[in-house]
Structures are given as structure tokens and as C-alpha cells.
């Protein structure tokens, strides 16, 4: 029997790796029956035995591994605040709630401002707007970047607004040349959805670092994954200090986990109405949520990081290798284009059907589908014709054509680093028998 705990750990995380190599360790690509997905989890023995060695500390909320985690991250971005939650959606929840806080004084969102996003993308950019009794105004997009189109964003803007609120779609960056120049001359507070971004440029800067926040995703089919979980990153100390409270219940107590008095003051200050001396543990500033990722996931996140570079090397490479083999189907297919000045770290490659071609999206993706290629639509669509926003409260600015566009015709496969030549090839012969059988 082994008595010292550390020596019996180290076994246990040395079995990690052997069951990693028996169990999980990827096999080759049997062209005859395995599915090639649009998107997974990619990860060897480390992010196994990071998860066994949380597991065995017991640490069950956030941590230490918490709080590498968010160290690592914000040292990506080259910021000072990164502030983990339990999902992207979460993470964008927290964002414009934060936004809505009293500390903000003049600045802050209150009931009716208006928020300018698009239709075109995931609904988590939009619910937070609407909950927050905000008002989205909609603009269209740009088929081929599938982003905000920059151009119609000022003649969104009324006295109303105050703050926009975009995705850098599949990670291809916004023009944020645009989008950052009409920010700071309407004095908008501007959000970067950089979920499916994370590791994009533009104008050689990494997005997520243009905004007042901006929010990422750890999702399996993300570009780095904690199963689920997410952050909100910043520079601004103050802003952070709210995203922090909003995702801790909206208590005024920044304490980490285990200790309960960092201020020195717990049982001495006078907030609100409250008597004096009230525990600043349990004393509320904000209006939030309990909204934290637990060490068990930041420990994945831990390995995940390491690996970052290399995985946004390899999207970047699958999709050029895509992009070159289906350009021959140009006159059937709008394929995507990086927007201007930009270096997207893809998170998948969109296709739009041209519809004088006389074959539809169905089609395609059926046939796809049917020999073990998947697909996904471009998210929501224009999100304004889904049941649970048919009613909601909005504005929409011009015309929503190319929302409406790829609501019908658009589609997209992956190019997530599990994809390797032999998958993409075997992607690219599926598309040219759909288009040698017409």
C-alpha cells in the first residue's frame, strides 16, 4: 500500500496517459464509414490528467486552476482582465449586464437604450439585449464575410442608441476600422461576441481587444474547450469589477474562493439601507447571477491554452486548403472571403447556394449528410422569423435581404484542427460527385 499521497497521485496521472492512448487516442479515418464532423473536441493525455488531478484536489468551484486559467487567457489577449463564466452566453449575459450597472453613472444602458446588432448570427448576442429591456436594432449583413455590414451601421444610429453589440462571425473579424471609428464618435460602448474568434487579427491586433469587452466561448466545437464555460476579457479595471460581481451573484465582496476579508473591512462599511457593519460578504451591488466555471473545467482550459497556437495554425490552413479545392464550384456557391485587412482564425467555412443555379441548400446538405459529411446551417438565420422573437421589442434599419438570404441558402462545414488531409479531401470528393451527378 503507498502512504504518501503525492507518489499514488503521480501514479494515477501516469495511468491518465497510458487509458488516453488505449481509450481516446484518435484513429485513422476509415473512408468507408466514419463520419468527418464539422467540429469536436481535439485534446491528448494532458487535458485528461489536468481534469483527474482537479477531480482528486476536490476543489469543486473555482480555484487555483481557475485562476491560471484566467491569467493564461488574459495574457493572450495582452489584457489585464479576464473573468471566466460557465458558457459563451453566459460570458455575453454578463457583458451588457455589466454595462447596466449605476457605477457607470451617465454611461449606463438603462430600459429602452437601443443596442445595434445584426439578425444573422447566434440568438445568445441578442437575448442578453432583450432581457436587459434593451432594444436591438438590426442590421444586415454581407454575404461571402457574413458580417455586420459596416457601411449601413450609421444610418442605424438614433439618440436612442448607446452601444453596439457584434459577432466576428466563424471568426471572421468585423471592419473594425468602421464599427471602432463610429463608437467613439457617438460615444457608444462597443462588445466584440469573439466566441467564434478567438485568436483572429485584424489589422495584425487580436479581436476581442477593440472593444470596451468582449466575450469568448469554450464550447467542445470552440477553438479551445472547457466542455462548457466561457470569459468576458477587458482592460478597464473597473469594468471588470463589475462583470466580476455580475457573475458572483451581483455581491459588492470581491474575495476569492476560501477567504473572506481581502477589504480589511468586512464588519465596518455602510451600504445602501443596510444596518452598519453588514457581513460585505452578502452585500449586493449589482444585479446578478452565479455564473462561474468550476477548477475542474478551468483545468482543461489549463491544457486547452497551450495548444492554442497550434490550433489556429491548422484552421487557418484547412480552410485554405478547402477554399482551393471548391473554388471550382464558383459558379454554383458564393465561398467565403476574409474581410479586408483582416487574418481570421476560422471557426468553419460558410457556403451560400447561388439561387439561379436551380439547387437548393436541402439539396446539398442532404446529399452531404447522407454520405457522412456534416453540416450546420449558418446559426439562426435572420433570428426575427424564429418563434421566441417574433414579439420582441426591436427597430430594424433598412432591409434585412441577406439575412433573409442566408436563412435559405446558406450552410457551413468545418475546418476545426481534427480535420486532417485525408478528412478534407474525402470532404471535397463528396462536393464534386453532388455536382458531377446534376
Same mark, same amino acid.
Given at each position: 500500500?503507498?502512504?504518501?499521497?503525492?507518489?499514488?497521485?503521480?501514479?494515477?496521472?501516469?495511468?491518465?496517459?497510458?487509458?488516453?492512448?488505449?481509450?481516446?487516442?484518435?484513429?485513422?479515418?476509415?473512408?468507408?464509414?466514419?463520419?468527418?464532423?464539422?467540429?469536436?473536441?481535439?485534446?491528448?493525455?494532458?487535458?485528461?490528467?489536468?481534469?483527474?488531478?482537479?477531480?482528486?484536489?476536490?476543489?469543486?468551484?473555482?480555484?487555483?486552476?481557475?485562476?491560471?486559467?484566467?491569467?493564461?487567457?488574459?495574457?493572450?489577449?495582452?489584457?489585464?482582465?479576464?473573468?471566466?463564466?460557465?458558457?459563451?452566453?453566459?460570458?455575453?449575459?454578463?457583458?451588457?449586464?455589466?454595462?447596466?450597472?449605476?457605477?457607470?453613472?451617465?454611461? /449606463?444602458?438603462?430600459?429602452?437604450?437601443?443596442?445595434?446588432?445584426?439578425?444573422?448570427?447566434?440568438?445568445?448576442?441578442?437575448?442578453?439585449?432583450?432581457?436587459?429591456?434593451?432594444?436591438?436594432?438590426?442590421?444586415?449583413?454581407?454575404?461571402?464575410?457574413?458580417?455586420?455590414?459596416? #457601411?449601413?451601421?450609421?444610418?442605424?444610429?438614433?439618440?436612442?442608441?448607446?452601444?453596439?453589440?457584434?459577432?466576428?462571425?466563424?471568426?471572421?473579424?468585423?471592419?473594425?476600422?468602421?464599427?471602432?471609428?463610429?463608437?467613439?464618435?457617438?460615444?457608444?460602448?462597443?462588445?466584440?461576441?469573439?466566441?467564434?474568434?478567438?485568436?483572429? /487579427?485584424?489589422?495584425?491586433?487580436?479581436?476581442?481587444?477593440?472593444?470596451?469587452?468582449?466575450?469568448?466561448?469554450?464550447?467542445?466545437?470552440?477553438?479551445?474547450?472547457?466542455? #462548457?464555460?466561457?470569459?468576458?476579457?477587458? #482592460?478597464?479595471?473597473?469594468?471588470?469589477?463589475?462583470?466580476?460581481?455580475?457573475?458572483?451573484?451581483?455581491?459588492?465582496?470581491?474575495?476569492?474562493?476560501?477567504?473572506?476579508?481581502?477589504?480589511?473591512?468586512?464588519?465596518?462599511?455602510?451600504?445602501?439601507?443596510?444596518?452598519?457593519?453588514?457581513?460585505?460578504?452578502?452585500?449586493?451591488?449589482?444585479?446578478?447571477?452565479?455564473?462561474?466555471?468550476?477548477?475542474?473545467?478551468?483545468?482543461?482550459?489549463?491544457?486547452?491554452?497551450?495548444?492554442?497556437?497550434?490550433?489556429?495554425?491548422?484552421?487557418?490552413?484547412?480552410?485554405?486548403?478547402?477554399?482551393?479545392?471548391?473554388?471550382?464550384?464558383?459558379?454554383?456557391?458564393?465561398?467565403?472571403?476574409?474581410?479586408?485587412?483582416?487574418?481570421?482564425?476560422?471557426?468553419?467555412?460558410?457556403?451560400?447556394?447561388?439561387?439561379?443555379?436551380?439547387?437548393?441548400?436541402?439539396?446539398?446538405?442532404?446529399?452531404?449528410?447522407?454520405?457522412?459529411?456534416?453540416?450546420?446551417?449558418?446559426?439562426?438565420?435572420?433570428?426575427?422569423?424564429?418563434?421566441?422573437?417574433?414579439?420582441?421589442?426591436?427597430?430594424?434599419?433598412?432591409?434585412?435581404?441577406?439575412?433573409?438570404?442566408?436563412?435559405?441558402?446558406?450552410?457551413?462545414?468545418?475546418?476545426?484542427?481534427?480535420?486532417?488531409?485525408?478528412?478534407?479531401?474525402?470532404?471535397?470528393?463528396?462536393?464534386?460527385?453532388?455536382?458531377?451527378?446534376?
Amino acid at each position: 500500500m503507498i502512504n504518501n499521497s503525492e507518489t499514488l497521485k503521480e501514479q494515477i496521472l501516469d495511468l491518465c496517459k497510458q487509458y488516453y492512448e488505449l481509450k481516446h487516442k484518435p484513429d485513422d479515418f476509415n473512408i468507408n464509414k466514419d463520419k468527418v464532423y464539422y467540429a469536436g473536441r481535439v485534446f491528448d493525455y494532458s487535458e485528461i490528467q489536468n481534469l483527474v488531478s482537479a477531480s482528486l484536489d476536490f476543489w469543486l468551484t473555482a480555484g487555483q486552476y481557475t485562476e491560471e486559467f484566467e491569467f493564461n487567457l488574459a495574457e493572450f489577449f495582452g489584457l489585464s482582465n479576464a473573468i471566466t463564466v460557465n458558457s459563451g452566453s453566459s460570458a455575453n449575459l454578463v457583458a451588457i449586464t455589466a454595462l447596466t450597472s449605476s457605477r457607470l453613472k451617465d454611461r /449606463r444602458l438603462k430600459s429602452g437604450d437601443e443596442v445595434i446588432t445584426v439578425a444573422a448570427g447566434f440568438p445568445s448576442t441578442v437575448a442578453p439585449i432583450v432581457q436587459n429591456r434593451l432594444i436591438p436594432v438590426f442590421v444586415d449583413i454581407e454575404l461571402g464575410t457574413y458580417n455586420v455590414n459596416a #457601411e449601413l451601421v450609421e444610418k442605424a444610429i438614433s439618440p436612442e442608441t448607446k452601444a453596439i453589440f457584434l459577432a466576428h462571425t466563424l471568426g471572421n473579424p468585423f471592419n473594425l476600422d468602421i464599427i471602432m471609428h463610429l463608437a467613439k464618435k457617438y460615444n457608444l460602448w462597443l462588445i466584440e461576441d469573439n466566441c467564434d474568434a478567438l485568436g483572429s /487579427r485584424y489589422k495584425e491586433k487580436l479581436t476581442g481587444t477593440f472593444g470596451d469587452l468582449a466575450t469568448c466561448s469554450f464550447y467542445p466545437a470552440h477553438h479551445i474547450t472547457t466542455g #462548457e464555460g466561457g470569459a468576458v476579457v477587458c #482592460e478597464d479595471e473597473e469594468l471588470a469589477k463589475i462583470c466580476k460581481s455580475v457573475r458572483d451573484w451581483g455581491r459588492d465582496c470581491y474575495c476569492v474562493g476560501g477567504e473572506s476579508n481581502t477589504c480589511g473591512k468586512r464588519f465596518s462599511q455602510q451600504y445602501g439601507t443596510l444596518p452598519y457593519g453588514y457581513d460585505h460578504k452578502y452585500v449586493y451591488s449589482e444585479i446578478g447571477y452565479n455564473l462561474k466555471m468550476t477548477d475542474l473545467q478551468s483545468a482543461i482550459g489549463c491544457a486547452q491554452i497551450k495548444k492554442l497556437n497550434s490550433f489556429i495554425y491548422k484552421r487557418r490552413n484547412n480552410f485554405s486548403y478547402l477554399l482551393s479545392r471548391l473554388k471550382q464550384f464558383e459558379d454554383f456557391l458564393i465561398l467565403p472571403q476574409a474581410t479586408e485587412f483582416s487574418d481570421p482564425a476560422w471557426f468553419a467555412f460558410p457556403i451560400t447556394i447561388k439561387n439561379n443555379k436551380g439547387i437548393t441548400r436541402n439539396q446539398i446538405t442532404t446529399y452531404l449528410e447522407e454520405n457522412r459529411v456534416e453540416t450546420r446551417n449558418l446559426f439562426s438565420g435572420n433570428l426575427l422569423r424564429h418563434p421566441g422573437f417574433l414579439n420582441i421589442e426591436h427597430r430594424v434599419s433598412g432591409m434585412l435581404t441577406n439575412s433573409d438570404i442566408i436563412t435559405n441558402d446558406t450552410f457551413f462545414i468545418g475546418c476545426y484542427p481534427g480535420l486532417d488531409e485525408i478528412r478534407l479531401n474525402y470532404i471535397c470528393d463528396v462536393f464534386s460527385s453532388f455536382f458531377n451527378s446534376l
